[in-house]
Structures are given as C-alpha cells and as structure tokens.
C-alpha cells in the first residue's frame, strides 16, 4: 500500500507560479511512475505531467514550457513546478503513483488561477 499526500494548492493570479508537492508513504519502494493528473468542474480527468523511476518525464502539450515534474527519491516527494499560469489550470490537482500493479490517488489540491 501507497499514501499520497498533496499540498500546495492556493489561489493565484494569472502570471503566478504555484509549487505542488506530493510525499508518498508505505511501501514506496515498489514505486514506478509519479504523476500529476487534474479535474477541471465538468471535465475528465487528465494527465498533466508524469515521471518515471529512471527520470523520464512526459506532459501534456497545454503544459509543456511552462510545468515542470521532478522527484526526490531520497524523500519520496514528487513535485510539480507552475509557471506563468493561465485561468484553464483551474482544476483540482491529484497524485498518482503506480507499482506496476496499482493505481495510488492522493485526496487532491485545489488550484485556483484568477484573470
């Protein structure tokens, strides 16, 4: 079993930066790919940005140039940098992580970015 626990959200202007954090706890050894995804009201769910255990990384093409993903394996933290944010990253963002068999889910961060 994987916990995620996300924090970071806030409410910010557009233009603003926001860092999202997300500490897994448990069995974090068996963990492969980290991930960000997010829920705007009335959307699915979509993949923002991933990394896997050796360092790749992919994004969605609406973030790309302005997130970046990165991971600490040492404190079992990944991290989500935003950038230059635009009113559509309003969503709740979730953590995700896998161990090749399961999908793990944090509880989600509201980020809201205002015009």
């Known amino acids: 079993q994987v916990q995620l626990v996300e924090s970071g959200g806030a409410l910010v202007q557009a233009g603003g930066s926001l860092r999202l954090s997300c500490a897994a706890s448990?069995?974090?050894?068996?963990?492969?790919?980290m991930a960000w995804y997010r829920q705007a009201p009335g959307k699915q769910r979509e993949l923002v940005a991933a990394i896997e255990s050796g360092g790749d990384t992919n994004y969605v093409d609406s973030v790309k140039g302005r997130f970046t993903i990165s991971r600490d394996n040492a404190k079992s933290t990944v991290y989500l940098e935003m950038s230059n944010l635009k009113p559509e990253d309003t969503a709740v963002y979730y953590c995700?992580?896998?161990?090749?068999?399961?999908?793990?889910w944090g509880q989600g961060t509201q980020v809201t970015v205002s015009s």
């Open positions: 995700n992580a896998d161990d090749y068999v399961v999908d793990y």
């Open positions: 448990g069995s974090i050894f068996s963990i492969n790919t």
